[in-house]
């Protein structure tokens, strides 16, 4: 099986985004162009968690799927050849990791993948007690 993945992803939460990458959006052009699974992104962002947590339900293990309602609006306003294609979503987001060593910054940006909302929440709250989770996606 062939799967087309795209795991590094932002939401309209992250500076310089279209306010179009909504889980809609993503949903959407997902579709269009033929991607299977489309990493959330930006899950440490509390609205967008929010908006992750009342849009998506689980499908199989570890991946999500927008909610039928939802999807099926969507469905009826693309061409017919892509209205078959299996989309999922996976939480994901991309943490950076910014230090100094022997005079010189460093930057290190880590893709973290969660398997569920519940390992998410737990991720964000430990992170939250080292860092701003508000200020960028």
């Known amino acids: 099986m062939e799967l087309i993945v795209d795991l590094h992803v932002h939401s309209h939460y992250s500076r ?8 809609q959006g993503l949903y959407r052009w997902g579709k269009l162009k033929g991607i299977n699974i489309i990493g959330t992104g930006d899950f440490t962002h ?22 039928d309602e939802i999807a099926d609006e969507i469905d009826r306003s ?38 569920d909302f519940k390992g998410v929440s737990e991720l964000n709250a430990r992170l939250e007690r080292i860092g701003n989770l508000k200020a960028d996606g």
Request: hydrophobic residues 40%.
């Open 16 to 23: 310089a985004t279209s306010k179009d990458c909504t889980l």
């Open 78 to 115: 693309l061409p017919p050849s892509v209205r078959d294609n299996l989309i999922r979503f996976d939480p994901t987001v991309e943490i950076a990791t910014i230090y100094k060593k022997n005079d010189r910054v460093r930057k290190l940006h880590q893709l973290v993948v969660m398997p």
């Open 46 to 67: 509390p609205e967008w968690f929010a908006e992750m947590r009342e849009n998506l339900e689980p499908a199989e293990p570890g991946l999500f799927k927008l909610k």
